[in-house]
């Protein structure tokens, strides 16, 4: 049993924390900026609540992080009353926050400067993943930190892999979500041309879903896409931020992302029509569907 610090309790930290607290057995005390949001948290699963980062990091010798954005990270890690302060020498602080690599490298010089381990460590596999956990963990750092957190992560994560120095995990997030962009226009596009020509849909996803166009998003949201309900899931607010990480990232590497730019202008399109916490497989709401 380890001595575990959460920061982060939203719709992906909540799960996985329990998960470190219920599955592994871990002594877990968590932070959430809503502290009664904490206090839930403790009710359901045990362990305790703290009123500040610092605090619930105090002498923890992992610290897991799933916060918002850059500014987010940097507030709970070196901010005032932020986590690196209080950490146990030679502790390890794993982010899954999706955030930019930048900010990755920087918080990992921190660390280094204070005695401290950083991995990136962002997340696919949504809600349902951190609710199943199995989710996959894309990481960046040294190799004796990842070996040291290896066996929490797999308390919510099928898959957790390094995949090079700081920074590493952040940009394979940016792959993935760069790829997801091209399956969910993709999807979007085939069942509105179905739509349009007047083909059984049902028929038509379940007979290509066996074939080379299979994926995730056509397993998962085809029938939801087609019924046009969208009121789960990772939203479109989240993917537009994903995007933008993306897309920054490419004009500092020289990367050329026409169909990023595309579909970023579409979801602002969503953004625009009140769709914003919508599901990103909404990208389909463009299109009407026929009477």
């Not at 921190?110 to 596999?125: C, I, K, M, N």
């Amino acid at each position: 049993m380890a001595k575990v610090a959460w920061i982060g309790l939203g719709v992906m930290g909540g799960p996985m924390a329990r998960h470190l607290a219920k599955k592994g057995g871990h002594d877990v005390t968590v932070y959430n900026r809503t502290a009664a949001k904490a206090a839930a948290w403790v009710a359901q699963n045990g362990g305790r609540a703290a009123p500040t980062p610092a605090e619930a990091a105090r002498g923890a010798e992992f610290v897991f992080c799933c916060v918002g954005n850059d500014d987010d990270l940097r507030h709970v890690t070196v901010g005032p009353d932020g986590a690196f302060a209080t950490m146990a020498p030679g502790a390890v602080f794993t982010d899954h926050t999706t955030a930019s690599a930048g900010v990755a490298r920087e918080l990992a010089l921190a660390a280094t400067e204070r005695g401290l381990h950083f991995l990136d460590a962002p997340v696919s596999g949504g809600q349902a993943g951190a609710e199943n956990g199995v989710l996959t963990v894309m990481m960046g750092g040294d190799t004796d930190a990842f070996q040291r957190v290896e066996p929490l992560l797999a308390c919510y994560a099928r898959m957790a892999r390094l995949i090079g120095p700081s920074g590493a995990g952040q940009l394979t997030k940016m792959v993935n979500q760069i790829a997801i962009l091209g399956v969910l226009q993709g999807a979007a596009e085939a069942i509105h041309f179905a739509e349009r020509a007047g083909l059984d849909v049902d028929a038509v996803m379940e007979t290509i879903g066996k074939g080379a166009a299979q994926s995730w998003y056509l397993d998962n949201r085809w029938k939801t896409m087609h019924a046009r309900k969208f009121d789960f899931g990772f939203a479109v607010d989240w993917m537009k931020k994903d995007i933008g990480i993306c897309l920054a990232e490419a004009r500092n590497n020289g990367a050329q992302l026409a169909l990023g730019q595309m579909v970023d202008g579409y979801f602002a399109e969503l953004q625009d029509q009140g769709g914003g916490r919508w599901d990103a497989s909404s990208l389909i709401a463009r299109f009407k569907k026929p009477e």
